[in-house]
């Protein structure tokens, strides 16, 4: 069975700092591996994936992840947060062949003016 | 929008009542799921249906019925439900069981009292 573990409930980061959203996770076999965000009242939003190839991934409103093997992590980075930014994000992991994607509890980031 | 729709938004129900909840998608995607969202826990994986069939059950309560007439629509049918069972519940579509790309409806909010 797969599994995400995403370890802060929340992270607080200044406009215009760096923001790290921290994601580990457990699979047998090679991992597919997904950001999702979630505004308020909203359904969860696809940000970016891994799924084979180049370890750094770029995704949607500048977001990236880098996929590390050995740590079995896949951080979620942006250089410069924005206020926008503050929301619910989700790290998701499958394996090939399976059919169920399973999430992590979510991390509130907030982006403090 | 994100082309799956959910209705209805907000759901206030008591424990002797049953209600439905709908999801509708016209992706043309073939697979179609239903999560659980409550605070600080992972996104629990209700049920998988692949082209009207059920392929994944999770050890959920028969409270909850799901049904999929069509690949467009589903539906959670609900009976007898607990004050526990008040989560946001997120319906999601996908192009085919092993597709990533889930594209997530803006959930229905219940409360049970």
């Known amino acids: 069975a797969q599994s995400v573990a995403q370890p802060e409930d929340q992270v607080n980061v200044a406009e215009g700092n760096p923001l790290t959203v921290k994601c580990t996770y457990s699979?047998?076999?090679?991992?597919?591996l997904f950001w999702y965000v979630q505004y308020p009242n909203r359904g969860l939003q696809f940000l970016l994936k891994?799924?084979?190839?180049?370890?750094l991934v770029k995704g949607s409103y500048g977001f990236e992840a880098e996929f590390n093997k050995s740590q079995t992590s896949f951080h979620l980075k942006k250089p410069s947060a924005l206020v926008s930014d503050s929301a619910l994000y989700f790290c998701?992991?499958?394996?090939?062949?399976?059919?169920?994607?399973?999430f992590g509890k979510g991390n509130q980031v907030v982006v403090i003016p | 929008e994100t082309g799956v729709t959910q209705t209805p938004r907000h759901l206030v129900m008591g424990m002797t009542n049953k209600k439905s909840l709908k999801c509708e998608q016209h992706?043309?995607?073939?697979?179609m799921y239903w999560y659980k969202q409550s605070a600080k826990k992972p996104l629990e994986l209700m049920f998988v249906?692949?082209?009207?069939?059920?392929?994944e059950n999770n050890s959920v309560p028969s409270r909850f019925s799901p049904e999929c007439p069509n690949s467009s629509h589903l539906f959670l049918h609900l009976h007898t439900l607990q004050p526990e069972d008040s989560a946001l519940y997120l319906c999601?579509?996908?192009?085919?069981?092993?597709?990533?790309?889930?594209?997530f409806g803006s959930g229905t909010r219940l409360t049970v009292v």
């Open positions: 992706l043309g995607h073939n697979a």
């Open positions: 249906y692949s082209l009207e069939e059920r392929v």
């Open positions: 999601a579509s996908s192009q085919e069981i092993r597709s990533y790309g889930y594209t």
């Open positions: 891994y799924i084979t190839g180049d370890n």
């Open positions: 699979v047998s076999g090679n991992p597919y």
């Open positions: 998701a992991v499958s394996a090939y062949g399976n059919n169920r994607l399973a």
